[in-house]
């Protein structure tokens, strides 16, 4: 089983401000966990991190047919960006929406998800943890079915 990691904008600076709401840990520790927890599920595992909107709508659609599931922690795109749920919605494969934080006790803004439409679960306010949890439900959802 291969899962494809995708991050959007300023997540490559966490730990450098902000840790009352995303924690100390830096993208590096964030990737670091990642990878042990694949090693411990015995699983494939890439991680991609963008700043722009478009890489993480490439990246999306190059994973057709290539990967089995995908978590997504779109950033800031969270919020405004209907090309990745279009993305999201063209590739039909299993996806999970991740925040470190809770977004639904922040700003309004932080309330709207366009791509919560298109995932099958949203893990929200776990931290790091998020990541691994939604790992977890990937891969006993591919067993299960
Ligand atoms: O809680 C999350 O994971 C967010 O997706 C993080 C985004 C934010 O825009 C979303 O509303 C919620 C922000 C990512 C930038 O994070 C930084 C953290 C520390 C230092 C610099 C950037």
Redesign the pocket.
């Known amino acids: 089983m291969k899962l494809l990691i995708l991050n959007?904008?300023?997540?490559n600076?966490?730990?450098?401000?902000?840790p009352e709401i995303?924690g100390t840990g830096t993208y590096a520790d964030l990737c670091r966990i990642i990878e042990d927890h694949a090693n411990h599920l015995g699983i494939e595992v890439e991680i991609f991190q963008s700043n722009h909107e478009g890489d993480l709508v490439d990246r999306i659609q190059a994973a057709y047919g290539a990967i089995d599931g995908l978590i997504l922690?779109?950033?800031?795109y969270?919020?405004t960006s209907i090309a990745l749920l279009d993305a999201l919605l063209a590739l039909q494969i299993p996806a999970v929406e991740?925040?470190?934080?809770q977004?639904d006790d922040?700003e309004p803004f932080?309330r709207i998800s366009y791509i919560r439409q298109a995932c099958l679960a949203t893990i929200s306010g776990h931290g790091f943890a998020g990541y691994l949890e939604a790992m977890d439900l990937l891969v006993n959802s591919e067993v299960q079915s």
């Open positions: 959007g904008p300023n997540l600076l966490l730990g450098r401000r902000e995303y922690n779109p950033a800031a969270t919020h991740v925040h470190i934080s977004v922040r932080r």
